[in-house]
């Protein structure tokens, strides 16, 4: 299977892209990025702003919360093809957590997203969903 067939079928198989139909999953695979990142590195970091969301081709990628204490909290362990990242783009929120490469790890999608370009591939108008943040519980 060619590499761009790859994405296309990583994201049906992805929990947040499986209603797409595959004409919007092409497009999408034809416009998103890919990025490897190292053992230990940081694909983010807890408290920066977020404004994009990853889905894992491959590797293994964790999330951990500092507590307030300043301890490590880990929260989960993702694996291919798991979404992440996005709670901070859909609340416009900082990063809830870090999250950091376990082992070498491909992210087929590193996706920068804003409220004026994702409804597009949709086939929608932009408009920001009305959902209330976490955060202020």
Do not use: C
């Amino acid at each position: 299977m060619d590499p761009h067939h790859q994405v296309v079928d990583l994201l049906a198989r992805a929990q947040l892209f499986k209603a797409l139909d595959e004409r919007v999953l092409r497009q999408l695979a034809a416009r998103l990025p890919q990025r490897v990142f190292a053992k230990g590195a940081a694909i983010f970091v807890q408290e920066e702003l977020g404004d994009r969301m990853f889905v894992l081709a491959e590797g293994v990628v964790k999330l951990v919360l500092r507590s307030s204490r300043g301890n490590l909290i880990e929260l989960v362990r993702h694996r291919p093809p798991a979404v992440f990242g996005e709670v901070a783009v859909l609340d416009g929120g900082p990063r809830s957590a870090t999250a950091e490469a376990v082992q070498r790890s491909k992210l087929i999608v590193r996706w920068v997203i804003s409220w004026g370009t994702a409804p597009r591939f949709a086939g929608r108008e932009p408009r920001k969903p009305d959902i209330p943040s976490y955060r202020q519980y």
